[in-house]
């Protein structure tokens, strides 16, 4: 059986703004390394899969990056979204095309700008996952193990039921909840049993598909329409005239927190979802001071900032908690306890009419 990916590439970044814009967002960017997170992704996967197995969903806008930033992957395993949906659209269509030309294989579904550290174990983990989701009907998903008390994050309860697959233990699933309040997120981390939702998720495509047509019966009509349309029309012409009518709705709520048979993985191989700023800090090197600095700066009686030139020079003198970036035409300055609000900005930025700056 054969083992597909989809990688989700069409998120803007906005929390990391200004560096992340409209035209080239945080996944095409050099956020660690040498490479953009996209292209480590990728890098990472080819591991454990080929190429042509791997498909990237994204929008129009940025088809073309894609191609350039990623040479090797075949133009038809670009799939292009007409507008902006959640992930349960995202992967419901990239599902029909997989099924169509890996019909049942396993889908690896995972975003595009995350951080993983030991590449190693992650490979071990889906390997694993795979093997899990081709027992019966299973979904699986990837915890991680969390290391404080996040509240910016979903978390995933498992029970204490579990399947011993290539010497892991995999605990079936009791419920997903939402982002907690900091006296529920410590009262998680202290359980054991609950992990971070890190947005992988392993199953069989032809489950997914079942799944898809019990719980969300409004898109898999929609997707079955899809299915007819390619079969005698050019399939982004299909793809346009019915991608909108789709729910806005994330795969999450739509199949993970309503399906039976869920599984997760506990994980530790150093992953990061780089959400915002901040992660520079969990990523980064840190100075004596506790800072993260890079690029053309000079800094004095300086603690605990994040400060980023690009060519200028930055000098800070006396301030602690800041978030400093410099692009060709915006500096941000931000406290640090402010960076999840960086979103504001964007709105502002949008009432003001000054889209050019995004």
């Avoid at 994204?58 to 949906?85: C, H, M, S, V």
């Amino acid at each position: 059986m054969k083992t597909t990916c989809l990688i989700m590439a069409g998120g803007k970044g906005e929390r990391f703004w200004p560096k992340s814009r409209t035209n080239l967002p945080k996944q095409f960017l050099n956020i660690s390394g040498n490479k953009s997170m996209i292209q480590q992704c990728i890098d990472r996967l080819q591991n454990f899969i080929p190429i042509d197995q791997i498909f990237v969903i994204t929008n129009e806008l940025y088809a073309e990056l894609i191609k350039a930033q990623i040479p090797a992957l075949p133009f038809e395993n670009i799939i292009i979204e007409p507008i902006g949906r959640n992930t349960a659209p995202c992967v419901g269509l990239a599902s029909i095309i997989i099924e169509e030309k890996y019909r049942g294989s396993s889908m690896i579904v995972l975003p595009s700008d995350h951080i993983i550290k030991d590449e190693t174990e992650f490979i071990e983990i889906l390997k694993t996952a795979v093997s899990v989701s081709q027992l019966g009907g299973n979904l699986v998903t990837l915890g991680i193990t969390p290391t404080y008390p996040e509240t910016g994050y979903g978390y995933i309860e498992s029970t204490n039921e579990t399947i011993e697959m290539n010497n892991l233990r995999v605990y079936k699933v009791n419920q997903f909840v939402e982002k907690p309040s900091e006296d529920k997120a410590l009262t998680y981390v202290k359980s054991g049993n609950y992990y971070w939702n890190s947005g992988i998720f392993v199953w069989r495509v032809d489950v997914l598909r079942k799944y898809i047509k019990d719980l969300m019966p409004e898109m898999h009509d929609i997707l079955e329409t899809m299915k007819s349309g390619f079969q005698t029309n050019e399939r982004n012409d299909v793809i346009r005239a019915e991608f909108p009518k789709m729910p806005d709705q994330s795969i999450d709520y739509g199949i993970m927190e309503k399906a039976h048979d869920i599984y997760v993985i506990p994980c530790v191989f150093g992953w990061d979802d780089v959400g915002s700023w901040t992660a520079l800090e969990r990523i980064g090197n840190l100075d004596d001071s506790g800072n993260v600095i890079r690029g053309n700066t000079l800094s004095i009686d300086t603690q605990r900032c994040i400060i980023e030139s690009n060519g200028k020079l930055i000098a800070t003198l006396g301030v602690e908690d800041l978030i400093i970036v410099e692009t060709d035409d915006v500096t941000l300055i931000c406290k640090k306890d402010k960076a999840q609000e960086i979103k504001s900005l964007i709105k502002e930025l949008k009432v003001q009419k000054l889209e050019h700056y995004l």
